[in-house]
């Protein structure tokens, strides 16, 4: 039983393994009365420091290890720890924690690593008996206690032996306890890792989970882009419908406006038929000049419209594909485009009606020339005309507007069939087709040629061939 709570540092040292000099027990009786409490006297040599948690055991005799004390004290720590010399202490043992039996104990001094530092003499606990007094014996009894110690030496002998067996299977075991001590080391690293490992799981399968639930989220916005972008291309494509559909408007209108443009080339052809010698439309045709010079104005006007009317229109093709909300603007530039094609189409009625005007006003003034000179004269200006040659501009797309009847004034001016630019007849002929060739737009696949105020068509035109 122990003399307190705590448990003292024990070791599984054998006997032959401690140093048992270092502590010396002095006045250690034979026998002590039971029921008393015991003094344990010693002496702390200058070979050993004492420690806090040294300690002073009874040992029943025939102890292998500290570990089977019977009780024990701790140690009382001198003031002097580390002087040079000798110092006595002694332990009180309380009666009511010291053995009950007659078996022989002695007192040993423990250090807090386990390990023996002193060993006392055997001793007793008994109370006083005859025994003790001297007795004296006669020779037969003198023999048989010989022949008694002789069988004890005997058996001492045989017990030494197994001591020595017991000490070697004790050293084999203390090797397989440090086998032991070893495997359970390795198992507490592996069960350390085994608990990281299982945290870094858990700590794993919560990222999992969270990435988990970041790839739903993630998946939904996908489908939702997706859908948005299924909207946005239907969009696209009805947006495109109304686009080829205005722009098959504008060609149609473009068509129409080639037809009037045949038609007053016609008129022109008409015109040039009219005698030049007419000093009265001299004035209406310096007045008809200043009409075409406006005119060319407000056609660069409606050129620069058009230009804008593109860039516009590139502009909204290009927000077609990125945003839906300026659908609104397309419509709004179309709606542009009708007005603007709206005023071209008021200047074009307004140039027929004057045209139309100059016309009247050109056959009222030949009549009241075929009046004034007479039939003969009108036959002599139309041998003239017929005797002029007429020459031919070759690389034209659109026929020349001065083949075919000669006018009155076809000697002295050439007109651009593009856009109505007046040049005088004694320009030179190269000239005069760079600038109509300044008009024209070349397609390098097919040689379709087309005016550079449809450049819109002409890039549609070269985006078909690219799409080939």
């Not at 009317?309 to 590139?314: D, I, M, N, Q, V």
């Amino acid at each position: 039983m122990d003399a307190t709570s705590d448990e003292p540092p024990t070791s599984a040292v054998l006997l032959d393994k401690g140093h048992f000099s270092q502590v010396i027990f002095n006045n250690v009786e034979k026998f002590y009365v039971p029921g008393g409490d015991v003094t344990c006297y010693y002496t702390l040599t200058q070979n050993i420091v004492p420690r806090g948690k040294d300690w002073v055991g009874i040992f029943r005799v025939g102890w292998k290890t500290t570990r089977e004390y019977y009780t024990f004290m701790w140690a009382p720590r001198p003031s002097n720890v580390h002087g040079d010399t000798a110092v006595q202490q002694q332990i009180q043992f309380k009666a009511y924690y010291l053995p009950k039996d007659d078996e022989y104990y002695q007192f040993c001094y423990i250090d807090q690593d386990g390990m023996i530092r002193g060993a006392s003499v055997p001793f007793q606990f008994r109370a006083e008996t005859e025994d003790d007094i001297l007795v004296v014996t006669t020779q037969g009894e003198v023999e048989e206690i010989e022949l008694q110690n002789k069988n004890l030496l005997k058996e001492n002998e045989e017990l030494q032996a197994n001591c020595a067996s017991l000490q070697k299977q004790n050293r084999d075991l203390q090797e397989e306890l440090k086998k032991t001590q070893e495997l359970q080391n390795a198992l507490e690293s592996l069960r350390s890792s085994t608990e990281k490992l299982e945290l870094e799981l858990n700590s794993l399968r919560k990222e999992n989970k969270h990435l988990k639930e970041l790839n739903e989220c993630r998946e939904a916005e996908l489908h939702q882009f997706r859908e948005e972008i299924q909207n946005v291309t239907s969009e696209k494509e009805h947006l495109e419908t109304k686009l080829k559909t205005a722009l098959d408007h504008v060609d149609h209108l473009q068509s129409q406006l080639l037809n009037r443009e045949k038609e007053i080339e016609d008129l022109v052809h008409v015109d040039q038929d009219k005698t030049k010698q007419c000093e009265s439309l001299k004035e209406e045709n310096n007045q008809l000049c200043v009409t075409i010079t406006q005119k060319e104005e407000q056609k660069k006007e409606l050129k620069h419209c058009l230009e804008h009317l593109r860039g516009t229109e590139a502009n909204l093709t290009f927000r077609l594909q990125n945003e839906q909300q300026q659908k609104s603007d397309l419509m709004k530039e179309l709606e542009e485009q009708r007005h603007l094609f709206q005023n071209l189409q008021a200047a074009k009625k307004e140039s027929d009606e004057k045209n139309q005007k100059l016309r009247k006003e050109n056959d009222s003034l030949l009549r009241r020339l075929s009046k004034t000179r007479g039939p003969s004269s009108s036959s002599v200006v139309s041998q003239a005309n017929a005797s002029v040659p007429t020459r031919e501009i070759k690389g034209f797309v659109f026929r020349n507007p001065y083949h075919g009847e000669n006018t009155w004034h076809s000697d002295s001016v050439r007109k651009c069939p593009v856009c109505n630019d007046v040049f005088p007849d004694d320009i030179d002929i190269r000239d005069y087709e760079a600038h109509v060739q300044s008009h024209l737009l070349e397609c390098p696949v097919c040689n379709e040629t087309f005016i550079t105020s449809c450049q819109q068509v002409f890039d549609d035109h070269m985006y078909c061939h690219s799409l080939e």
